[in-house]
């Protein structure tokens, strides 16, 4: 295929099936129209079929549309202000710009998203072909509860899906350079070969837990998602659009088999029906709360923060003279009272209750094999619609045992809005439930280190004790025995006198 024709055009776009799918994606949306080279008025609207005919007739070549849902999009006006914005806005789908020169590499990449949005228990996943040399990667709004952090979900644009973005980019930035470079078998000169950048762009040195210096590869340079282009009003190609450069259409298709899409799959003149769908409003349930919350609760620092904390947390280490260890997992006994209603079971929240107890008793010492058998006996025995197991197995994945934090005491989507904050008196002095469970654990254990010192001074009076009796007992025995010496010394010396004695009578 090469560069869009009108003939091209108009052929694919008097197809009823295309305009059903154009249609369908056009409710509550703002739309773009391209004319080849030129774009149509701006806030448009799409409502019949026969409007797509039309429009091909007149040179259409591509439909976009936007990221938010608009009650009245032909209301939408560059003079309005962000509250009158606002009060139009009904909504908005995350959509996720996968975009790189190489199909191959793109394909990787939203591949990794939609295993990572599976991950954070995502359930409401779609994917399409761009149209040239990327992917869009799409969750719909329904999927996502009404508030976050307080405010109406809906006026968190751009805001929470660049967040949500931004979360994903920086959890999956290891991996991706990872298979890139294991599609390239390891051959940075390939890499630099097809991206056209420097080797000192392309490729960081850094030291390895070991202390060794490798090399990793710098792929954001190249491919990324972008979160510049989530802003208000920005369109994105629509599905089932036809693409100027490509003469390919915007194809939805399974996200589980990105890895086997190849361009010749969205040749417009090879569609018959629609093989995936693309933003599907009848979710299953609000399966993108935790990612939401999650990418809310996330901050990266920059190198030279982390290297300022490092020194602070080495200077407080010096100054207290201690390092925290935990061998062995704390008890449940010491669990602060959140965590203990938690193993109870729950009716609602158990996927954000797994996600708080597994980053939880990664930092109580527990193992990745303590806690995938505590969490699936859990499961099945105090929860009265038990998740299922893959999806905690799937939680578990990316266990490290001293790993992340669970989320704060005072994150509303979690303990407040599972409705387990129960506080006692030491709730009030912590920010998190770990420092509840480590205070418990390390006043218990100084408890016990203070009794064996009592022991052990008990025992060593009482050696010293035994000892001394000892010393004494000695003492007594050896004067004695010198005593009997001393008369034993005597009595000879009274024979020997008297035997010596001169009778002055004889």
Aim: proline share 5%; hydrophobic share 35%; with cysteine.
């Amino acid at each position: 295929m090469g560069k869009v024709d009108l003939s091209l055009a108009l052929r694919y776009y008097k197809r009823s099936s295309v305009q059903e799918e154009l249609i369908k994606h056009a409710v509550h949306k703002e739309i773009g129209l391209r004319f080849e080279d030129k774009f149509g008025k701006r806030p448009d609207i799409l409502t019949y079929p026969n409007e797509v005919v039309e429009l091909a007739k007149r040179g259409l070549t591509s439909l976009h549309c936007s990221e938010e849902l608009w009650e009245y999009p032909l209301q939408i006006n560059p003079k309005l202000t962000k509250k009158e914005m606002g009060e139009l806005r009904i909504g908005w789908d995350l959509v996720l710009d996968i975009d790189c020169a190489f199909l191959d590499y793109s394909k990787i990449c939203a591949d990794l998203v939609v295993k990572f949005l599976k991950y954070t228990g995502v359930e409401d996943i779609f994917c399409k072909f761009s149209g040239n040399k990327g992917f869009h990667i799409a969750v719909p709004f329904e999927a996502f509860p009404e508030t976050i952090v307080g405010e109406q979900t809906r006026d968190k644009f751009p805001e929470a899906p660049r967040k949500i973005a931004f979360y994903i980019k920086e959890n999956i930035k290891y991996e991706l350079s990872r298979r890139v470079l294991e599609f390239e078998c390891g051959d940075f000169g390939k890499i630099k070969e097809k991206t056209g950048l420097e080797y000192d762009k392309l490729v960081r040195s850094e030291k390895n837990q070991y202390g060794d210096i490798v090399k990793k590869l710098e792929v954001e340079n190249f491919l990324e998602i972008d979160t510049v282009l989530i802003s208000s009003r920005h369109l994105f190609r629509m599905p089932y659009s036809l693409h100027e450069k490509s003469g390919l259409m915007s194809l939805p298709i399974d996200p589980d088999r990105v890895m086997e899409f190849e361009k010749p799959m969205a040749d417009p003149d090879k569609f018959f029906e629609p093989i995936a769908p693309f933003l599907d409003r009848n979710v299953k349930s609000q399966s993108g709360r935790n990612l939401l919350v999650q990418a809310y609760d996330f901050k990266v620092k920059t190198r030279s923060q982390r290297v300022v904390d490092e020194l602070k947390e080495e200077l407080k280490r010096k100054a207290t003279n201690e390092d925290i260890i935990i061998e062995s997992a704390i008890r449940e006994d010491l669990f602060p009272p959140c965590m203990q209603i938690i193993l109870k079971g729950l009716e609602d929240g158990k996927k954000r209750a797994v996600f708080a107890m597994i980053n939880f008793l990664s930092k109580v010492g527990w193992t990745k094999q303590e806690v995938t058998s505590y969490l699936m006996k859990w499961n099945k025995a105090n929860n009265p619609e038990p998740l299922r197991d893959n999806y905690i197995l799937g939680q578990l994945r990316y266990f490290a045992k001293g790993g992340r934090l669970p989320p704060n005491c005072d994150n509303e989507a979690y303990y407040t809005g599972l409705h387990i904050c129960q506080p006692d008196g030491l709730c009030k002095k912590i920010k998190n439930p770990v420092n509840y469970t480590i205070i418990k654990w390390k006043m218990l254990k100084e408890l016990k280190e203070k009794e064996e010192k009592i022991k052990a001074k008990e025992l060593q009076k009482e050696v010293r004790k035994r000892k001394k009796e000892e010393s004494e007992k000695k003492k007594v025995e050896k004067e004695a025995a010198k005593n009997e010496l001393e008369e034993k010394a005597n009595s000879e010396s009274d024979v020997v006198n008297g035997n010596n004695k001169i009778n002055f009578n004889d």
